[in-house]
């Protein structure tokens, strides 16, 4: 095994998205269990959501997961410790208690980064995938066994896989799907104003350079966790501001920025809601800013006449150049709402049928 590093990339492996790569597994996951199966590998830049679409996999299949960060442990951390057994005068290897029992209930072992592990604990890792065993240890029935890593292209530490363990993998390369991420972030209260210059701007949900010497960068990881700092903005918005540059990088966090400031130049979402006077935006950035904040008012604010000034607003741009915005607020809201199991609140309204009377091609 060559300890040197190599550009072994995956650069030519099929590409797929996280939604396509979990309904791969959930047909899979009995094959993937037997001793002589394929383990599945992801390959993919950094913040992409390799680690998160395992984490959700194994949720959605009720299965145990065991997340092994490879970098991290010495050879001897997998194969465990030696001792003597007094009656037959040998040494065993006492496995590590973080690996599974042989009576757990499925699960899956995940072994993330393993490419950026040194040579000498690929080497441990090797039998495990292979076999399924390390030593005296058998990885249990019903246990998958899934890899990711980074690409050598990205810059980040990789090794070359032994080709006997990178042949026991089928390997995928995972890819951003902007309207995929979008459906996830509205059922996992992202918030609103991040959805809503995402899908002004979404060549800035994924924005990574290998060749760059930047730290902070846009992706799916980076965006999800501005989204957590959101309370800090109306708490204090000069130290928000910080936080966000220090999470995305220079360029996304200032374009976010001057997008967020056009919430002082807009209608109060309250007010639309509640068929208060109010001037539609003219700017289509700004439109999407105000987008932003109707939909979080919306998911709180959702009794019928609220519906209705909603669908009063979005009737506004119909017969205008920006009429195509008109299609993009009711997507948004329905994708909003249905996150939350509300969807049928719209779609069960009078002025949702008779919007979709008028636009119904446009919105298919």
Known sequence: MSSSRENFAGTNFPQATISQVKRMLHVLVNDLSLAESQGIFLWGPPGIGKSSLVKQFAKEKGMKLVDLRLPLMDPVDLRGLPMVDKETRKAVWLPPDFLPDEDEEPGVLFLDEINAAPPSVQASAY???????????????GWIVIAAGNRTTDRSV???????????????????????????????????????????TPDLLMK??????????????????????????????ALYIKAVKGTIGDVASQQFIVFLNYRDTLPDPKDILEGEPYEIPRQIDAQFALMGGLIMELLSRHEEKHIDNFFAYVAQYEQTPYADHAIVLVREALQALGGKGLRELITNARVFRSWMSRNKKALL
């Open 127 to 141: 039998q495990l995938v292979l076999d399924r065993r390390i030593g005296n240890y058998k990885l249990p029935e």
């Open 158 to 200: 990789a090794y070359r896989l032994p080709t006997a363990l990178s042949n026991r993998f089928t390997h995928f390369e995972i890819k951003v799907d902007v309207e995929e991420w979008i459906r996830w972030a509205w059922e996992n209260s992202i918030d609103p104003y991040v959805i809503s210059f995402i899908r002004f």
């Open 208 to 237: 990574f350079n290998p060749s760059s010497n930047e730290t902070a960068f846009p992706t799916p990881r980076s965006w999800e966790f501005v989204s957590r700092l959101q309370p800090l903005r109306d708490e204090d918005f």
